[in-house]
Every structure is written in C-alpha cells, then in structure tokens.
C-alpha cells in the first residue's frame, strides 16, 4: 500500500523519462520560486527546464486577488482557475507531473490546486530540478493546445479561519514553516496560531532533496500527534508550504485540511494573535 501510495503521488527522474516516452500527452508545470525573495523563478526556467515544460507562477497562477484580509495568496476564482487550466492543456484525465527547485514546497500549491479542482492524476518530480538527469532546454515553450477541462472543485478539504481554533483545541493544527517561524524569543515576527503545533517542511526531505521514507515521516507526525485516524489541518505563511504537508500527508494515506489563508489572514485581524 506504501508503494501503490507514493507511486500515485510522486515519479522518481529516471521513471519520468520512461514515462514521457510512453505518454507524451503528460503535461510538465515548472514551479520554480525564489526564497527568501518570495517570488516566483522565471529566469531559472528560461536558463534551463524539462522539455515542453510550462512556466507556472505561484501568485498569477496559483492565488486570487489578496484583499488585505484574505491572507497573501487566497485561493483563485474558480472560473479563473478552470481558464488557467485549461491554458495548459490540462484536461480531467490529462497526467501532469509538477516540479520545482530541490526541497521547495511551492510545486504542491499547483498539487493542491489541480487536485481540488477535479484533475484526477497529478505527481510532483521527487528530487525536483536538481534530481532530474535528463535533457535540458532553454528558452520560452511554445503554447499548448487549450483543452475543454470543465471544474469541479472541492475534491480537497480546506479549513476557513473561523474553525482554525477547534482544530487547535484539539491537537490537530500544524505549522508548516521553520520552527524559527513557529518560535523565537529574539525574533520578533516569530509566532504560531494558539494551540499549533510545529511540523516543518523542510524536515520532510533526506540529504539529496528526496522525499524521505514512509517510516520517518510517520515519526515527525506521530511526535506531533498525527495518529491514524486524524484529520489535521495545515498552515503556514501563505498556504503554500501548508499544501506540501498536505501532500506529504496524502502520500502517507492521511486526509489532511488546508487552512489556506494562513498566518497571513490569522493576523490580517488584530483581534487574533499568534503566540511565541
């Protein structure tokens, strides 16, 4: 089950180019960004990308319209999205494989999203840019063909900023970001939602930028009391990072809620507060 699970969640580099020679309809979506910038990574992808790849960015493709209180990168309108979509050539049963820059969150937003939105198989490249040791081109890719990908969204959970605190109050709400983010006595911005608990990102990878395996990550999740059976939702700055823990989440067969407006919704209203 382990393996059937990873294997419908991630490709390993070498598996990939087998796979694009079987399937060439699979749409490629480079998801590059630039910490601690925050930003996403055009000239990466146009120094050099996986053939026939797309550039996505996470704001103008990835997030609506911030009004201030909605948090930095709410969620997209749906008909936006299914157009965004639809730019890419991406229908319902279209396989989409998604990459980024080694041990960078920012791929799973465009997981998340496609997934929410009824796309049935999308994969993230484990090791990420880095990891792949196949051809590499440069340049602008030419347009796909625009598909007649209809939306369905809500194929995914999320949590809205209202019910953050009962998943608090019961052990099940996750910090996704640094834990110098989470808590720092001389880091003024530092501080987490009331009652999270620090889950990091950046421990879910090995050395080399891998996923790491089942059994470890089981671990992280079992010391912040992720048992089997638990429906925990996620946070971080944006809802970007948050979106990777759901995956990794996903990957280990856990249904996991994204709070997507995050930290930067939470304190959009100072009645909220985050605590160090």
Request: charged share 25%; aromatic share 8%.
């Amino acid at each position: 089950m382990s393996e059937a699970a990873r294997s419908a969640h991630l490709i390993g580099p070498a598996e990939l180019q087998g796979w694009l020679a079987r399937r060439p309809d699979t749409v490629l979506l480079d998801v590059r960004h630039v910490m601690p910038a925050d930003r996403a990574d055009r000239d990466a992808f146009l120094a050099g990308h996986l053939p026939g790849a797309l550039f996505v960015d996470v704001d103008t493709d990835l997030a609506g319209v911030s009004t201030g209180r909605n948090g930095k990168r709410p969620l997209p309108g749906e008909a936006e999205f299914e157009k965004t979509v639809r730019r890419w050539g991406v229908d319902t049963d279209t396989p989409v494989v998604v990459y980024g820059a080694a041990r960078s969150p920012a791929p799973a937003r465009a997981w998340w999203l496609l997934q929410w939105a009824g796309v049935e198989s999308v994969r993230l490249l484990d090791g990420g840019f880095q990891g792949w040791a196949g051809e590499i081109v440069a340049g602008e890719e030419g347009g796909r063909r625009e598909s007649d990908f209809v939306i369905r969204p809500g194929s995914l959970p999320v949590v809205e900023v209202g019910d953050v605190p009962s998943f608090a109050e019961r052990g099940l709400l996750l910090d996704a970001r640094p834990a110098i983010k989470f808590s720092h006595p001389t880091d003024a911005g530092a501080g987490h939602i009331p009652g999270a608990r620090c889950a990091p990102v950046a421990e879910f990878f090995d050395a080399a930028g891998f996923l790491a395996p089942d059994d470890e990550l089981r671990e992280r999740f079992a010391a912040v009391g992720v048992v089997e059976g638990a429906e925990p939702a996620t946070y971080c700055s944006t809802g970007v990072a948050a979106a990777f823990e759901v995956f990794v989440l996903s990957v280990l067969g856990v249904r996991a809620r994204l709070y997507v407006g995050s930290a930067s919704e939470w304190t959009a209203d100072p009645s909220r507060v985050l605590v160090r």
